[in-house]
């Protein structure tokens, strides 16, 4: 049983519902090897839940995550190191791997490992008071799995400034540079998570996946492009959905998530 993480079904309107995952390791949630297998296996288990139409991965109110857990760094030998990269680092890329949609909720600090974790959800939104930075520089580390998909994201010459500096990013400027997708106040950063994550709760899941897996399949998005498409042709909601569309125009499809 996970010590440091939940994951929690909400009740909806709907059969599909949204997921909840939850990271608790007070004060500040700091990630640790555990903490992050932790992560990595409940998101393992929505991506095979075809009842969970979407994900939402939260800390509390005061934090997201302040960052990685220096004291267990600090102890471990390179060997150690070595043997452990590529489990961590595959792990800082789960969120990536689900097949729904997943939105950060992000209160406070996301610094590290923590920011990591969030750069693979398809949505982050964030308090107006929070600070986000990969810091690990100033432990003479970088970044494990959080590098690539930064510059990805907000360029290769910004990515480059937050993880030489180890500089913190306050909730305006990273709108700005877009790694963050939504500011709110910090007491609406988990009710404006849940609303964006249920507008899903009824949609089409088998084409949301495919567009996922296109936009995450990077260089070989054509290729993958194509092979999603032709597929959607054999499920349940392009037929539905196509026939709806016909006849009644877009948005009054009843989609089954098959």
Same mark, same amino acid.
């Given at each position: 049983m996970a010590e440091y993480v939940t994951l929690d079904r909400l009740d909806g309107d709907t059969a599909r519902r949204v997921a909840v995952l939850r990271i608790s390791r007070p004060p500040l949630n700091l990630m640790n090897s555990q903490v992050l297998l932790e992560v990595a296996e409940a998101a393992a288990v929505v991506a095979t839940d075809q009842e969970i139409a979407a994900l939402v991965v939260y800390g509390d109110e005061r934090v997201f995550c302040a $960052?990685?857990?220096m004291a267990e760094l600090s102890a471990l030998s390179a060997q150690q190191a070595s043997g452990m990269a590529a489990d961590l680092q595959d792990a800082l890329e789960c969120l990536a791997?689900? #097949?729904?949609?997943t939105v950060a909720a992000i209160s406070g600090y996301a610094l590290g490992a923590?920011?990591?974790?969030a750069l693979g959800a398809d949505r982050r939104i964030v308090g107006d008071n929070v600070k986000l930075g990969l810091p690990?520089?100033?432990? $003479?580390?970088? #970044?494990?799995g959080g590098i690539r998909r930064l510059a990805a994201l907000i360029g290769p010459g910004a990515a480059k400034d937050?993880?030489?500096t180890g500089r913190f990013m306050a909730a305006d400027d990273a709108l700005t540079y877009g790694l963050v997708d939504e500011v709110v106040a910090p007491d609406d950063v988990y009710t404006a998570a849940l609303s964006w994550a249920r507008r899903f709760a009824d949609g089409p899941a088998r084409a949301l996946a495919a567009a996922k897996?296109? *936009?995450?399949a990077g260089p070989h998005g054509g290729e993958r492009a194509r092979a999603e498409w032709s597929n959607l *042709?054999?499920?349940?909601d392009r037929l539905i959905g196509t026939r709806s569309?016909?006849?009644?125009? #877009? $948005?009054s499809a009843q989609f089954v998530g098959r």
């Amino acid at each position: 049983m996970a010590e440091y993480v939940t994951l929690d079904r909400l009740d909806g309107d709907t059969a599909r519902r949204v997921a909840v995952l939850r990271i608790s390791r007070p004060p500040l949630n700091l990630m640790n090897s555990q903490v992050l297998l932790e992560v990595a296996e409940a998101a393992a288990v929505v991506a095979t839940d075809q009842e969970i139409a979407a994900l939402v991965v939260y800390g509390d109110e005061r934090v997201f995550c302040a $960052g990685d857990d220096m004291a267990e760094l600090s102890a471990l030998s390179a060997q150690q190191a070595s043997g452990m990269a590529a489990d961590l680092q595959d792990a800082l890329e789960c969120l990536a791997r689900v #097949p729904q949609p997943t939105v950060a909720a992000i209160s406070g600090y996301a610094l590290g490992a923590g920011l990591e974790l969030a750069l693979g959800a398809d949505r982050r939104i964030v308090g107006d008071n929070v600070k986000l930075g990969l810091p690990q520089i100033h432990a $003479g580390l970088i #970044p494990l799995g959080g590098i690539r998909r930064l510059a990805a994201l907000i360029g290769p010459g910004a990515a480059k400034d937050l993880v030489y500096t180890g500089r913190f990013m306050a909730a305006d400027d990273a709108l700005t540079y877009g790694l963050v997708d939504e500011v709110v106040a910090p007491d609406d950063v988990y009710t404006a998570a849940l609303s964006w994550a249920r507008r899903f709760a009824d949609g089409p899941a088998r084409a949301l996946a495919a567009a996922k897996a296109v *936009f995450e399949a990077g260089p070989h998005g054509g290729e993958r492009a194509r092979a999603e498409w032709s597929n959607l *042709f054999g499920t349940e909601d392009r037929l539905i959905g196509t026939r709806s569309y016909v006849a009644d125009g #877009p $948005g009054s499809a009843q989609f089954v998530g098959r």
